[in-house]
């Protein structure tokens, strides 16, 4: 008899199980501190009991170990720098959810080359988690796949669902039994709703197919995540003005959720295009010291060098530092950025204004 299934399948190839990589490539005890310590920063954050302002920065994806090293050894320094005003984490995205077909990112096509050999993505993501945790900086991730979690989770701070996934259940079921805040985006329409009814769900105790640290498929128990918020990336028009984020607050408030926004510089509120970010970063940042209290922090796509490269095959051939997938803005730029902002944060405090008046939030 022919058989019923699998018959679009070509194989199956076992991956390693969660707890043997993670025994492979350990989680330091500089890198364990690193970790917990930015998770309870953003949730203070979150909770509007830290004053600082959340700042999200790195490359649009990783595509090169050595280029997110080096990116990450400068934003440290930086971020030592600034750190009396904000909170920076860097951007480590490892997946890219695809329209259509393309590069799904290092995890799924670590080598470029169509081989899909996901269990050296998986080592190269931990290598280089571990790299920039043990500088003492905080990452930052998107979920993607739901079982990654089981493989990286230990080594995020903060972790987001994307605009194309805040609407599925599977990803809600998921962020619900994180053990870091999570930031839910607006549909890639605008539509706020989607991220709203992602925390509402996320916030709840589920139950769902995963598996377990051992490889075992299992039915995995949550008690809900409290630290979910949304992220506005924009839709059709962008979304950080100051109407969009009121009426953002608004439908929060009106959820009894907490009145914490974090806004994308890139995405639709650039436009796409890496010329927009730093416009999005100012105005939100002259909005802040304006009084606006429901802006908890920002995000910008920033790579070593700026704009984006095609990829054609042959890795040799990439500009080093130089994204394959968005725009981003340069390293001077997102330098110039930061420390403008922390100037404005600074002489605002120094002249008796408060950042971020007290916000009523329920956890």
């Not at 994806?61 to 005003?85: F, Q």
């Not at 990286?152 to 990803?171: C, F, K, M, P």
Request: glycine share 8%; aromatic share 6%; proline share 5%.
């Amino acid at each position: 008899m022919e058989r019923a299934h699998d018959r679009n399948v070509k194989d199956y190839i076992r991956l390693v199980e969660p707890r043997k990589l993670a025994a492979e490539l350990p989680l330091s005890d500089k890198s364990y501190k690193t970790v917990m310590e930015g998770r309870k920063v953003i949730q203070n954050i979150i909770a509007g009991d830290e004053p600082r302002l959340l700042a999200i920065v790195g490359p649009c994806s990783i595509h090169d170990d050595a280029s997110a090293l080096d990116y990450a050894r400068k934003l440290n320094e930086l971020r030592l720098e600034v750190s009396e005003t904000m909170f920076v984490v860097m951007r480590v995205y490892f997946e890219k959810p695809r329209t259509t077909v393309g590069w799904k990112g290092l995890i799924n096509d670590p080598h470029m080359d169509g081989t899909c050999n996901i269990l050296d993505g998986l080592r190269k993501a931990r290598r280089i988690l571990t790299g920039i945790t043990e500088m003492g900086l905080a990452a930052a991730t998107e979920f993607l796949d739901p079982i990654m979690p089981q493989y990286l989770a230990d080594l995020i701070s903060w972790a987001a669902v994307g605009a194309r996934t805040s609407e599925s259940q599977t990803h809600r079921q998921m962020a619900s039994g994180l053990s870091m805040p999570v930031g839910f985006k607006n549909g890639t329409d605008g539509n706020l709703d989607v991220a709203v009814n992602a925390m509402l769900a996320s916030r709840a105790p589920q139950s769902f197919i995963g598996i377990d640290h051992d490889g075992h498929t299992c039915i995995v128990q949550t008690t809900g995540n409290p630290y979910g918020h949304v992220v506005l990336r924009g839709g059709k028009r962008p979304n950080y003005d100051p109407l969009s984020i009121e009426e953002a607050r608004l439908q929060l408030a009106g959820h009894n959720l907490p009145e914490a926004i974090l806004v994308d510089c890139s995405h639709a509120n650039s436009k796409k295009k890496f010329q927009g970010q730093p416009i999005v970063w100012r105005n939100l940042i002259q909005q802040i010291l304006a009084g606006n209290d429901a802006v908890i922090g920002l995000m910008l796509e920033s790579n070593l060098y700026e704009g984006n490269q095609k990829y054609g095959g042959d890795p040799d051939a990439l500009k080093y530092g130089v994204s394959i997938t968005d725009e981003c803005i340069s390293w001077e730029t997102t330098e110039s950025l930061l420390r403008w902002a922390h100037e404005q944060l600074s002489a605002n405090r120094s002249s008796g204004g408060s950042v971020f008046p007290h916000r009523s939030i329920s956890m």
